[in-house]
């Protein structure tokens, strides 16, 4: 379900939606399912911040860097079965194009002593799951 990646270099190839926002950059590059070539980033510039989504093998990848990288892949295919997913959504920041990014909140149920040992959701993950450019309808 979730893989750790210490590098770059480490994140599987495949068509991503998302994008990757270099240091030296004032907006990210918007990838509308495209290949990117992680092993051609620098030292510095390095990538900042990138929020990846594989729709055909539904995964998604994320990538911090605070003095050094956070690469954290969430494989939604292979969640517990007692899993549950929110969908959520938020406006973009400096994206062109882009209406919203889709995430799902991952919630999964823990056993709590505080509520006599049952099982409260707890959520897990904000995970990235692509951009939504349509309207949604308005009732």
Known sequence: MITKYTNLNDIP???????????????????????????????????????????ANNKSII??????????????????????LVDVSYLPHRLGNVKQLGFKQLWIPETDKNCEG???????????????NEEKNKK
């Open 63 to 84: 990538v911090r860097h605070t003095g050094k990288y956070h690469i954290v892949e969430y494989d939604l295919s292979k969640l517990p079965d007692d899993a549950e």
């Open 13 to 55: 190839q495949a068509k991503y939606e998302g994008y990757v926002w270099m240091s030296d950059e004032k907006k990210p590059d918007v990838l509308p399912k495209d290949d990117f070539d992680f092993t051609s980033v620098p030292t510095n510039p390095f990538v900042i911040e990138a929020l990846l989504y594989d729709r």
């Open 118 to 132: 049952w099982p409260v959701l707890t959520m897990k993950a904000i995970i990235f799951v692509g951009f939504i």
